[in-house]
């Protein structure tokens, strides 16, 4: 069974920085675009960053310079440098991929999430 299993959320104060790390788990015969999305209360989910099999990246404006995703495609895992952080980055960060499953279509999977709590 395929899963995104994110860590390295946590405290951080303004100002300081968190690495998230996202990995595929399970069979599967493709692994195409990984990105972020994060979500804060009261808010809908928001795209952070994408990334494609061949490392073209997209970032959202509010993070461009701050925030550098990179990717391992034989450890089937991405990774989110988070600097400079901001009291409005707070959110639950989920992974997401688009992934075909060992002989099944491509299809979207999110992770469950990890907390990025930032003071200030």
């Known amino acids: 069974q395929v899963q995104l299993v994110e860590s390295g959320g946590g405290l951080v104060q303004a100002g300081g920085s968190l690495t998230l790390s996202c990995v595929v788990s399970?069979?599967?015969?493709?692994?195409?675009?990984l990105g972020w999305y994060r979500q804060a209360p009261g808010k809908q989910r928001e795209l952070v960053v994408f990334?494609?099999?061949?490392?073209?990246?997209t970032y959202a404006d509010s993070i461009k310079g701050r925030f550098t995703i990179s990717r391992d495609n034989a450890k089937s895992t991405i990774n989110l440098q988070m600097n400079s952080l901001k009291p409005e980055d707070a959110a639950v960060y989920y992974c997401?991929?688009?992934?075909?499953?060992?002989?099944?279509?491509?299809?979207?999977?999110w992770g469950k999430g990890t907390q990025v709590t930032v003071s200030s």
């Open positions: 399970g069979s599967t015969d493709s692994i195409g675009t």
């Open positions: 997401n991929g688009e992934i075909a499953p060992a002989g099944l279509l491509v299809r979207k999977f």
């Open positions: 990334i494609t099999r061949i490392y073209t990246t």
